[in-house]
C-alpha cells in the first residue's frame, strides 16, 4: 500500500545509528526512540493506530512518536519517512519571563498570605523527583466542603508545553484581586470551589521536556476507558498519575480542562476511539464555548470552529481527560492553548487576552445545568456517595460530601434516578434543565431499613437525698439505628441542673440537685431529640427530692436515706 523505497531502507539504517547514540537530558523508556512520522493522509493515523503505534504529537501530516525498532522498521518497510527527532531543548532565554517550579510555589504562597479568606494551596503528592503537586483552591470558606460547584483547571503535564501554567497563574491573580470589586468573579468565587493545578509535572517542566523524570509520558499513563493497555505499556506507574487519581477520585468535579502546547483547538472526549462519548452534546458544547470565545482558536483553519473529538484528531490512549469522565462523570476538556510550545514570554500577555473570557465561561458553566443536595429523608442528613443518573446517558456522577452534585446537560426535560445503598432510589421525571442556567433539584432519600431513629435514655426516675448532689451519667442513645441524634436536655426547676444541655447519641449527662431545707419537692427533667424524624421524644425523668431534716414527709422515706437512680428496663 506504500511505496518501498530505497530512501525507505536509508532511513531504517539511519536510524539505528541513531538509537545507539542517543542518550541526553531525556531518559526515555527502554527499547523507545523518539521518531518523526510523515504520513500520507490523516487516515494514516488510524492505520498506525492499528499496529500498536499511538503519537505523541500531530502538526498536518508530520506526527511525532516513540518507537522501537521493529516498529519504525515496520514503518519504514511500509514506505513511511521516519526520521530519529533530537529532544527539543529549551535554551535560557526561552525560560525569562516563565515562572520556574520555585517561583509558582512562591507565587502560590503569596497570593494565599495575601488573600488567606478564600485561598487554600494543597500538596496532592510528590513527583518522582520529590518536589509537590500543588493544587490552588480559590472558593469562599477555603476550608469547608459546601454545597458548590467544583470546576479543575490544570496544565502543564507535558512538562515542555507551559504556556498553559501562565495562564492558570494569571487567572489565580485575576480571581483574588477581583474579589469583593467584581461582581462576577465575586459571584462565582463565592458559589463554585475553584481548584486550579497549575502544574501536573513539575519535574518536566524543571528540565524543560515533555516527560516526567522516568522519561514517562504522563498524558499516556491513566486507565484507558476500554481497560486495554497504551500499546503495551501498563497504565498508572507513574506516582504523579496514582496522586492525580486519588485526589481527583475524591472531588468530583463537575467540569473540568488540561492545558497543553502546540497547536490551537479545544478536544473532547474521547481520545481514545472516534465513538461519541455519552455526554457528547455536552462535551462538545463546552469545547465549543470555549473556543468561541478564543478568537484564534475559533478561526482555525486546521479545526472546524476550532474543536474537536479527540481521537477524531488523532488517537490517544491513557489521556487524563479519558481517564477523568469515565472515573467520575466529570466532563474534561483538553485545550491546546499554544502554536507554539515555549514562545517567547513577551507574547504571554496576548495569549491571556485570547483565554481569559473563556476561562470565566467554563467557571461559570461549572455551575449551571443541574445541581442540588441530596438527603437522608429522616433526618435530614447529607448523603454523600449517591449515584445520580440520567435515563439515555451512561456516565453517573456521584455526590460528595456535603451530599451535592452538579452536572451540565445540554438543554432538555430529563428523567433523574438518585441511588445508594441502603436507601431506596428515587427517580424525579421530565426535570426541565437548560444549558445556560441552573436547575436546582434537592432529593431527600427513605432510608430502606425498617428501623426509624429512636430516643432513648437509661433513667426513668431520680431520687436525690436532702443533701443534694449528682446523679451517675446518664446515657443517650438511638435505640432505632447507627444515625445520630441531637438532643436538648433541661430542668423545669431552678434547684435542678443538669450538664451538658446539648449532646448527640450517643450521649450522657448528669443531674445535680441542690441541699433541700424545705419540704420535699419535685422536678421534672426532659431530653427533646432535635433531629427531625426522630421519634420516642421527648423523654423525661421524675426527680424528687426528700425533705430537709426539718420536715420528714408523710411516707416518712425522705431525710438522708435517699440519693437512688432508678434505672429503665
Ligand atoms: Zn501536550
Redesign the pocket.
Known amino acids: 500500500m506504500k511505496r518501498q523505497s530505497l530512501s525507505a531502507a536509508l532511513t531504517i539504517i539511519a536510524l539505528s545509528l541513531t538509537l545507539s547514540a542517543t542518550a541526553g537530558a531525556v531518559r526515555h523508556p527502554a527499547g523507545l526512540s523518539p521518531v518523526t512520522i510523515t504520513l500520507t493522509s490523516h487516515d494514516d493515523v488510524y492505520r498506525l493506530a492499528q499496529q500498536g503505534i499511538y503519537l505523541e504529537e500531530l502538526r498536518g501530516l508530520e506526527a511525532e512518536a516513540r518507537l522501537t525498532k521493529a516498529q519504525a522498521g515496520l514503518l519504514a518497510a511500509a514506505g513511511y519517512e521516519v526520521r530519529p527527532r533530537a529532544d527539543a531543548e529549551i535554551t535560557r532565554a526561552q525560560l525569562t519571563g516563565y515562572h520556574s517550579y520555585t517561583q509558582l510555589t512562591s507565587f502560590l504562597d503569596s497570593v494565599r498570605a495575601k488573600y488567606p479568606a478564600i485561598t487554600k494551596k494543597v500538596s496532592f503528592g510528590t513527583t518522582v523527583e520529590g518536589r509537590a503537586l500543588w493544587a490552588f483552591l480559590i472558593t469562599d470558606n477555603p476550608d469547608a466542603s459546601e454545597n458548590e460547584a467544583e470546576v479543575r483547571l490544570a496544565a502543564n503535564?507535558?512538562g515542555d508545553?507551559v504556556v498553559g501554567k501562565e495562564l492558570l497563574l494569571a487567572l489565580i491573580d485575576t480571581l483574588t484581586r477581583s474579589y469583593g470589586s467584581n461582581a462576577t468573579i465575586t459571584d462565582y468565587v463565592n458559589t463554585r470551589e475553584i481548584w486550579i493545578v497549575p502544574c501536573l509535572n513539575p519535574d518536566g517542566l524543571e528540565s524543560g521536556q515533555?516527560y516526567n523524570a522516568n522519561g514517562e509520558d504522563l498524558?499516556r499513563d491513566y486507565p484507558v476507558p476500554d481497560g486495554g493497555s497504551n500499546g503495551g505499556s501498563v497504565p498508572g506507574t507513574e506516582t504523579e498519575t496514582q496522586q492525580t487519581m486519588a485526589f481527583w477520585s475524591a472531588k468530583h468535579a463537575a467540569l473540568s480542562l488540561v492545558y497543553?502546547?502546540?497547536a490551537l483547538v479545544a478536544n473532547y472526549p474521547w481520545d481514545y476511539t472516534t465513538a461519541n462519548c455519552p455526554d457528547y452534546a455536552v462535551a462538545r458544547a463546552a469545547a465549543l464555548g470555549y473556543a468561541r470565545l478564543n478568537t484564534p482558536m475559533y478561526n482555525s483553519a486546521e479545526f472546524d470552529d476550532g474543536v474537536t473529538n479527540g481521537a477524531a484528531w488523532y488517537v490517544v490512549r491513557g489521556s487524563l481527560q479519558d481517564w477523568l469522565y469515565n472515573a467520575t462523570g466529570g466532563m474534561d476538556i483538553t485545550v491546546e492553548c499554544s502554536n507554539t510550545k515555549w514562545p517567547s514570554a513577551g507574547t504571554l500577555p496576548g495569549y491571556w487576552n485570547d483565554n481569559k473570557a473563556a476561562l470565566l465561561y467554563y467557571i461559570r458553566k461549572a455551575g449551571e445545568g443541574i445541581g442540588g443536595a441530596v438527603t437522608d429523608s429522616a433526618t435530614g442528613q447529607p448523603l454523600s456517595g449517591v449515584t445520580v443518573s440520567v435515563a439515555g446517558i451512561s456516565k453517573a456522577v456521584t455526590t460528595d460530601t456535603p451530599g451535592d452534585y452538579h452536572r451540565l446537560l445540554a438543554s432538555g426535560s430529563y428523567s433523574l434516578t438518585f441511588a445508594k445503598t441502603g436507601y431506596a432510589s428515587k427517580t424525579v421525571s421530565n426535570v426541565r434543565v437548560n444549558f445556560d442556567s441552573l436547575t436546582t433539584l434537592n432529593v431527600a432519600l427513605k432510608s430502606s431499613s425498617t428501623t426509624t431513629p429512636t430516643l432513648a435514655i437509661n433513667a426513668t426516675s431520680w431520687a436525690p437525698a436532702a443533701a443534694g448532689g449528682t446523679s451517675s451519667a446518664i446515657s443517650v442513645t438511638n435505640s432505632g439505628g447507627s444515625s445520630v441524634i441531637a438532643y436538648t436536655v433541661s430542668s423545669n426547676q431552678t434547684w435542678l441542673t443538669v450538664s451538658a444541655a446539648s449532646g448527640s447519641t450517643p450521649g450522657s449527662f448528669t443531674m445535680t440537685a441542690a441541699a433541700n431545707s424545705g419540704a420535699a419537692r419535685s422536678a421534672m427533667v426532659t431530653v427533646t431529640a432535635t433531629t427531625s424524624g426522630v421519634t420516642g421524644s421527648p423523654k423525661t425523668i421524675s426527680v424528687s427530692q426528700a425533705a430537709g431534716t426539718s420536715g420528714q414527709n408523710d411516707a416518712g422515706t425522705g431525710g438522708d436515706a435517699g440519693n437512688t437512680l432508678a434505672l429503665a428496663t
Open positions: 503535564i507535558h508545553e515533555r498524558n497543553h502546547g502546540g
